[in-house]
């Protein structure tokens, strides 16, 4: 699917004002579940990698569940078919299902799941990402309650918009995370 242009544009204030929405945060944005600190390098590339598998897999608004055509290849109920028929018919369903679902388009929030489970992330960058991301949302919208899963999922959102997002949240996570401020010292 070809990438439109953006009509989200996250700039340099944006990632100013998600700085300072982090900075007055309750809880610390780099402690994942499991208590240990992301660097904001690890953060960075899970949102790399989930820009890369929409880019490459096809991003989609919402998940869509049982359409029409889907059951157009379920195997027909006949009472005539042999035992041997069926299991044939159902292995061939099954078969297709599997490839079909190799080349579904993801949402957001799957696309960060899915990096979570893979080399290049965890169950922290993923919720870290999601958090940080949600940031980006919060000083882009002025809206303290916005979340960037639903932001994602509004009618007449872009895979353009979600690109625009992912590569603010990579830069947000290098510039303002951990291991940023260390190595810009060391330099």
Known sequence: MPVTPSSVVFTAETL??????EADAYRPLWIG???????GEAVARHLDATLALLDKDGWDRVMHFGTDDSTSHIPADDDSMTVKAMLKALLRFIREDIASAKTHRRTLFAALRHVG???DGDSDTRDIAGEALTLLIQAHTGSPTARATPWSERLGRTHADITALLTAGAEFARTHGPGAKDETAAA
Do not use: F
């Open 16 to 21: 100013r004002k998600a700085a300072e929405l």
């Open 33 to 39: 579940p499991s208590g240990e600190e992301s660097t």
């Open 117 to 119: 489970e893979s080399d």
